[in-house]
Nanobody
């Protein structure tokens, strides 16, 4: 069982930056594929960034060059640095930990990010 707790959300003006953090539990955190997703009202939950245990990363075109995912396995934490934010980035951001081969998939409670002037 893995518990994930996100933090760092809030309100920011367009063009601003935020850094989200997700702290996990469990002794094998380093083995998990970690990812951030977001869900805007009335829309599906979409992948924002992903990072493997060996720090390979993946981003959709919508955030590439603006968002950076990283992890610190010693702290059992994954980060999402978000720059050049726009109103289209407004959503609840969720942290995800997965071990697909074992069918393990865990979610945090989400943190709200609001970008407006």
């Amino acid at each position: 069982q893995v518990q994930l707790v996100e933090s760092g959300g809030g309100w920011v003006q367009p063009g601003g930056s935020l850094r989200l953090s997700c702290v996990g539990s469990g002794s094998i955190f380093a083995l998990y594929d970690m990812a951030w997703y977001r869900q805007a009202p009335g829309k599906q939950r979409d992948l924002v960034a992903a990072i493997t245990p060996i720090n390979l990363t993946n981003y959709p075109e919508s955030v590439k060059g603006r968002f950076t995912i990283s992890r610190d396995n010693a702290k059992k934490t994954v980060y999402l640095q978000m720059n050049s934010l726009g109103p289209e980035d407004t959503a609840v951001y969720y942290c995800n930990a997965a071990l697909p081969r074992l069918g393990k998939d865990y979610w945090g409670q989400g943190t709200q990010v609001t970008v407006s002037s």
